[in-house]
């Protein structure tokens, strides 16, 4: 079974608004979580990551929110602008092998 | 820094052929991952190497599917007698230690089986 599954394959939110992504993991020993973003014909860029000694993680307009007892973690965006538009990628690591998400595809309307 | 490098960016195979991926790491990283994405299974672990030595090949389907690393400035991808099944975009990332979790990825070769 999956063990990183993103349930919303897309979200589309308005110019200036907050957008929340969302990742649900299986495997209790994983200790890093981390958002990648992909731009359509390019590779992941890693965003923003999170070990799992902290809940919280912030960088300008992005921070990432764990949850270990929900085995969760999520993306929130600030002040989102067209240029967030693209797919957004969770992933865990346990150990050096990045498990990922499906992908949720991000659209900012203005 | 120019980052991982990945050759070539397009490949495009008559079924059966033989396809040849090369990946260049970035300069001092001592792991090396493969990873294979396409629409419907999405990013796909395929093997890692550390300080050019194979760690887990546990992704790679067993036929068709080698890699390796002669040295610390590339490895290869190898998929021989290509299927249709194996269009997909290969990426390769590299990071600075194998337990230092940011790794940093390469552009991705598409390849197309026709």
């Given at each position: ?11 589309t939110?308005?110019e200036?608004?907050i ?11 994983f ?24 809940d919280?993680?912030?960088d ?6 764990l949850?270990k ?10 002040a989102?602008?067209p ?13 050096y092998?990045?498990?990922w998400?499906s992908?949720?595809?991000?659209i900012?309307?203005? | 820094?120019?980052?991982v490098?990945?050759?070539p960016r ?9 396809a040849?991926l ?23 672990f ?5 300080n050019?030595?194979p760690?887990?090949?546990?992704g790679?389907?067993?036929e ?9 400035s590339?490895?290869t991808?190898?998929i ?5 099944q194996d ?6 990332a590299s990071?600075l230690?194998?337990?230092q979790d ?7 070769t598409?390849?197309l089986?026709l």
């Amino acid at each position: 079974g999956q063990q990183v599954k993103q349930s919303s394959p897309s979200l589309t939110v308005q110019e200036g608004g907050i957008s929340i992504l969302n990742c649900d993991y299986e495997n209790d020993m994983f200790d890093y979580f981390a958002w990648y973003k992909k731009y359509p014909d390019n590779s992941p860029t890693l965003l923003i990551s999170v070990r799992s000694n902290v809940d919280k993680r912030e960088d300008g307009r992005l921070t990432v929110f764990l949850n270990k007892s929900g085995k969760h973690f999520s993306l929130h965006i600030t002040a989102s602008q067209p240029e967030d538009t693209a797919v957004y990628l969770c992933a865990a690591d346990s150990n050096y092998q990045l498990i990922w998400g499906s992908g949720t595809k991000l659209i900012i309307k203005p | 820094n120019a980052g991982v490098i990945q050759t070539p960016r397009h490949k495009v195979t008559g079924k059966g052929q033989e396809a040849t991926l090369w990946c260049e790491p970035i300069s001092g990283h001592s792991a090396v991952f493969w990873y294979r994405q396409t629409i419907v299974q999405g990013l796909e672990f395929l093997t890692y190497f550390r300080n050019q030595a194979p760690i887990d090949d546990s992704g790679m389907p067993k036929e068709r599917f080698s890699a390796q690393m002669p040295n610390q400035s590339h490895s290869t991808l190898k998929i021989q007698s290509t299927q249709p099944q194996d269009s997909a975009v290969y990426l390769c990332a590299s990071s600075l230690q194998f337990n230092q979790d940011t790794q940093y990825f390469g552009p991705g070769t598409r390849l197309l089986v026709l």
